[in-house]
């Protein structure tokens, strides 16, 4: 599993890549919390999460969407995902996952990702590797 952040025009640009998708989705994991500032977080308990879409583009985003859902409503911050398991289904695609996260503090100064976009976003197996990218709405 592979993971970066790329130069992009007032947003972030991710992009992850792994030899499945459960290790993709834990790069995209990785750098949305680089993104937010708690990739050197640990956390202090899980969340275990749902997501199902009606293919890979709209997992991906519905996926980011659900961590930045988690963040705001939960009041914590995403550092890493474990336990990942993305399927295909008859008619889509599933992930399920146990979302490791922090509980917010005063002393953490988080970067607000407002939403995924579906400008540039991909998800396509190549030269053996799944790959991953998306947009950060800053």
């Known amino acids: 599993m592979n993971y970066e952040l790329q130069e992009h025009v007032g947003d972030a640009k991710i992009h992850s890549s792994g030899d499945n998708l459960a290790e993709a989705f834990t790069g995209v994991a990785r750098a949305f919390a680089e993104v937010c500032g708690t990739e050197t977080s ?44 993305v399927e295909d289904l008859e008619a889509g695609w599933r992930l399920d ?21 579906y400008s540039e976003m991909q998800t396509e197996f190549e030269d053996g590797k799944w790959q991953l990218s998306a947009v950060l709405d800053l």
């Open 42 to 85: 640990t956390g202090d308990h899980t969340h275990t999460i749902e997501v199902e879409s009606e293919g890979l583009n709209p997992l991906l985003y519905d996926f980011l969407d659900r961590l930045i859902y988690l963040q705001d409503v939960d009041l914590v911050a995403v550092t890493d995902l474990h336990e990942v398991d």
């Open 97 to 117: 996952a146990d979302v490791e996260v922090k509980s917010l503090d005063r002393a953490m100064n988080l970067r607000d990702v407002k939403a995924p976009t």
